[in-house]
């Protein structure tokens, strides 16, 4: 969860006390500033389309557009350098490809899955992984935010290693994806009846206990990703 994170950046251009019209070598200088970035111990991944702003109006497209003061805002992608050179390496060094770009998954996966219409008006993409959950920010089209948790269906899963009967990890998962819920309103008498990989005996379990160990993990990931976008400061836009 710490091998990727989002920068904000911004870079802004004076046009002088009169003004100018904005032209495409604007544009460029405005890009350019963010050429001297630095993270330590990151690299800069991927940068998104820029939100720009005419003497703090908001304005899609610039060009061509009179104003005093000229502002980008960027998101930066950034990355640890040691991942960037392990994906490389083996593809640059050893394959002798040529590497065109790397896709931060969040970012490729929200574009896959939401509509322009969706990003416009503002919206979150959550993906709950294994080991972490994703969360990136969108509002008018733009992505504004990326987060990692350390938090995911593994911990899920591990949760369930700790039912009153003690599980294998193996064992936990298949109980978690072909009985667990997170629906809580079960009869307490309601029973799973699960067969450990391990070959011991057939166990029982409380449903309504499995599904409290789900449901209670689900909702601090969730609870910790409306939690960021509070933070971010978009709560009132998605």
Do not use: W
């Not at 994906?87 to 509509?115: F, S």
């Not at 959950?133 to 350390?150: D, K, M, N």
């Amino acid at each position: 969860c710490r091998a990727m994170r989002s920068e904000r950046y911004d870079s802004f251009i004076d046009l002088g006390e009169e003004g100018s019209v904005v032209t495409p070598e604007h544009l460029l200088t405005l890009k350019d500033q963010f050429s001297d970035a630095s993270y330590p111990g990151m690299t800069i991944l991927s940068v998104t389309e820029p939100r720009y702003r005419c003497d703090g109006k908001r304005e899609p497209n610039p060009r061509g557009v009179r104003c005093r003061r000229l502002e980008a805002q960027y998101l930066l992608i950034v990355a640890r350098q040691n991942i960037i050179v392990n994906v490389r390496e083996p593809i640059e060094d050893r394959l002798r490809l040529r590497l065109l770009g790397i896709l931060p998954t969040p970012i490729a996966d929200a574009a896959a899955t939401m509509t322009m219409e969706e990003m416009a008006l503002g919206c979150a993409y959550v993906h709950i992984g294994g080991g972490t959950t994703s969360l990136a920010i969108y509002l008018e089209r733009f992505p504004v935010a990326l987060f990692v948790l350390p938090l995911g269906g593994n911990n899920v899963t591990r949760d369930l290693t700790q039912l009153s009967v003690p599980l294998l990890e193996s064992d936990a998962e298949n109980l978690k994806i072909n009985q667990g819920s997170m629906h809580l309103s079960v009869s307490r008498t309601a029973a799973i009846i699960a067969t450990p990989a391990a070959g011991t005996s057939t166990q029982h379990f409380s449903q309504l206990h499995v599904n409290r160990y789900l449901s209670a993990r689900i909702l601090q990931i969730l609870n910790t990703v409306v939690s960021l976008i509070h933070q971010a400061r978009f709560r009132h836009s998605i």
